[in-house]
């Protein structure tokens, strides 16, 4: 069974944390959902970029963890750099990002490599937008199943751009 009551606050942790979004405010620009979807493999995915003046010569936009959490998975494709993240009943995928900064294992102990909200996993890749995948653990049938990530990104923190002034005051999505 589904956790519908968690999910209408913040899926992805018990203590009462924001999630970030997993793009910065850029440049008097909010990151917004510019597409939506579902894969051929019953994958719900939105696509989250800046609607707004060509940021194409603006490389090095960071990605950030939404949570805390462990690497789950990390992979190249032909489009890009993918990474999942485990929260524990939940996870989070990020999709189309190079310069990824993370791995699946760390390299002395064989442990998940641990990340923490704000965290930053990756660069986005350009031309493109980030592809942003929710999925919850359903215990009673053992699987992970996808969840519409867009009504949960709009309580979520954003973070200010890195290369702005001010980088500790979070921007209230």
């Known amino acids: 069974m589904l956790e519908t009551d968690a999910m209408n606050t913040n899926p992805l942790?018990?203590?009462?944390n924001r999630a970030v979004w997993p793009l910065p405010h850029q440049v008097g620009l909010n990151p917004t959902v510019l597409g939506r979807?579902?894969?051929d493999a019953e994958r719900l995915v939105v696509e989250l970029g800046y609607d707004g003046p060509d940021l194409r010569r603006r490389s090095f936009v960071p990605v950030f963890a939404v949570q805390d959490g462990?690497?789950?998975h990390v992979e190249e494709t032909?489009?890009?750099s993918a990474i999942t993240l485990d929260h524990g009943r939940w996870f989070t995928h990020y999709s189309v990002l190079e310069h990824v900064f993370v791995t699946k294992r760390g390299h002395a102990t064989g442990r998940r490599e641990r990340v923490r909200a704000g965290d930053i996993l990756g660069y986005l890749r350009w031309p493109g937008h980030l592809r942003f995948e929710?999925?919850?653990?359903?215990a009673d049938d053992e699987q992970l199943v996808p969840v519409d990530p867009e009504p949960h990104l709009q309580g979520w923190l954003m973070l200010p751009d890195l290369e702005q002034p001010s980088r500790t005051r979070a921007i209230a999505a």
């Open 13 to 16: 942790d018990r203590r009462g």
């Open 37 to 39: 979807g579902v894969t």
């Open 70 to 72: 462990t690497i789950a």
């Open 78 to 80: 032909g489009g890009g």
């Open 134 to 138: 929710l999925w919850q653990f359903d």
